[in-house]
């Protein structure tokens, strides 16, 4: 079992010990570890060209796609903090959320495109609305910097149901001793599938 205290820890000893191992399948397509990683490093150089570097926010409106985890995962290399937001929240509860999580850009694709601009019309603080196409760089990587166990994994927000959402910060070592946790108490091993 890999030990780490990081996601970005975990998910690079992944991507070395099992390059081609699925860590997911989508649409019948697998995304192996090592693509999900060589992927990550292109993002990550595609948000330095826009500004991004440690302990920004960004947020990110995708649907489900392999793009939101190329996203996530460059975010989290460049010691940034991603900030998943479903698209379906409205434009005002998303301004809130861009307000309040103080991010500096943010991430989605065509389809949510225009309200995600009204969103970020109310929220001064939104530096770029960017799409995947916009972090496919071939720049080599940037330096990535030592990201630590205390250091903020993500940001994720409450649906809202029973009033404003909220954020809830979550550091890697909660994300990581929560998912051991969750693993030795589902006695999950290493060829296990989960739905999450």
Request: glycine share 8%.
């Amino acid at each position: 079992m890999i030990k780490a205290g990081t996601l970005v820890e975990l998910m690079g000893q992944r991507a070395i010990a099992d390059p081609d191992k699925a860590y997911f399948t989508l649409f019948d397509t697998p995304v192996a570890y090592g693509q999900l990683w060589r992927d990550s490093e292109r993002y990550a150089a595609g948000l330095r060209r826009f500004g991004i570097e440690r302990g920004d926010k960004v947020c990110l409106i995708y649907p489900t796609c392999a793009e939101f985890f190329y996203t996530f995962f460059g975010v989290l290399r460049l010691g940034a903090v991603p900030v998943p937001l479903y698209p379906t929240l409205g434009v005002e509860a998303t301004a809130n959320i861009f307000r309040d999580s103080e991010a500096k850009v943010v991430v989605t694709i065509g389809w949510f495109r225009s309200g995600v601009e009204e969103s970020a019309a109310a929220a001064a603080n939104i530096r770029h609305i960017l799409e995947p196409s916009d972090l496919e760089a071939d720049a080599p990587a940037p330096p990535f910097p030592v990201v630590r166990e205390d250091d903020v994994a993500f940001i994720q927000y409450t649906s809202g149901s029973t009033g404003q959402p909220r954020g809830v910060v979550l550091s890697h070592a909660n994300v990581c001793r929560t998912v051991e946790f969750m693993a030795k108490a589902a006695q999950l091993g290493r060829e296990d599938t989960v739905v999450s």
